[in-house]
């Protein structure tokens, strides 16, 4: 169980004078950086005191060798789409953390297209695969009709040829003029770019994926304050509209901690939020949600370490 901290107890870790070390807490307490529960009790401490130490963590802190290798190799599995990775990430994140990760995943329309392929499934469904520099965005094609390879195979090399380095954005504002000036050259698989754009469509919409998988030992060797806001962070998770409003888009590292947050539910908690940018686009943001007392090492270095590593995406895939 945590306990405030006092002068006596840590005569015990430092060759000092118990009045020397009450000065010292006092002038901590003046800057805003410990407060006191009670009048004659010790002290613990404040929002402030918890910022000022996450980012320095995030300035310096070392990453973790076998926890680099292990995301390294989500990271490293070519075969599974863009969001798919990033979601397998946020799990390690959570998994090694017991944190719960939000990932939120935007402007996806906003990369650039290198290779479009629509792959034939069982019966009336397709598989649409956007190879871009950040990695492969996928999105199921269900149909309403039968389909066969030919058709998905001149339907990928119409589209990739006109729209190679093109955004998906750009493809999905102008590929109904495109199919229209093409005419009968495309009727055969002219249905089948419609529903490619609805696809896309939905690809490009904001996409939230909340792992919460670890969380019961956030609950453990709680005071009845901190327990009550551990309750209020892990409600607050479930709700996906207010998930949404409080996380906006976020181009650097953002720490908040105690009443930064907007949310009545995490002003006894702390998000830690960064950025994912690959090949040199935002495409979304990854956060650490959590009470104030955590291990604040094990979780900046952590989310460092996979933010790092996103990174890297945009330049392998240029390889």
């Known amino acids: ?107 996806l329309e906003d990369l650039e297209i290198e290779k479009v392929q629509i792959i034939p499934l069982m019966q009336k469904d397709a598989l649409l695969l956007i190879e871009t520099k950040a990695g492969v965005v996928d999105e199921n094609i269900n149909l309403s009709y039968g389909i066969d390879a030919s058709s998905c195979l001149d339907a990928s090399t119409f589209i990739t040829e006109r729209f190679k380095g093109k955004t998906i954005g750009y493809l999905i504002d102008n590929i109904a003029d495109v199919t229209l000036k093409a005419g ?20 490009i919409e904001t996409k939230l994926k909340v792992t919460n998988e670890n969380t019961a030992k956030l609950l453990k060797n709680r005071t009845a304050n901190e327990y009550k806001d551990t309750e209020n962070i892990l409600s607050f998770i479930e709700n996906d509209d207010e998930v949404l409003l409080e996380f906006a888009d976020n181009n650097e590292v953002e720490v908040k901690i105690g ?33 104030k007392r955590v291990d604040y090492k094990n979780l900046a270095t952590a989310l460092k370490l996979i933010v790092s590593e996103v990174e890297k995406l945009g330049d392998d895939n240029e390889k």
């Open 1 to 107: 169980m945590a306990e405030p901290i006092t002068s006596f107890l840590l005569q015990n870790e430092f060759n000092v004078s118990s009045a020397t070390l009450r000065n010292e807490l006092n002038s901590l307490e003046a800057m805003g950086y410990l407060e006191q529960i009670h009048t004659s009790g010790g002290r613990i401490p404040t929002s402030k005191a918890y910022k000022f130490y996450v980012e320095n963590i995030l300035e310096s802190g070392k990453l973790n060798v076998d926890t680099l290798e292990r995301v390294r190799g989500e990271i490293e599995n070519k075969s599974v789409g863009l969001i798919s990775t990033l979601s397998a990430l946020a799990r390690r994140l959570n998994k090694y953390t017991s944190c719960p990760t939000i990932l939120i995943s935007r402007h």
């Open 184 to 203: 009968v050259k495309i009727a055969e698989f002219k249905n089948l770019i419609d529903e490619v754009t609805k696809s896309l469509s939905k690809v």
């Open 259 to 291: 009443e930064e947050n907007s949310s009545e539910k995490l002003k006894g908690g702390m998000v830690i939020t960064a950025p994912i940018v690959i090949g040199g686009v935002s495409i979304g943001s990854l956060s650490l949600v959590g009470p």
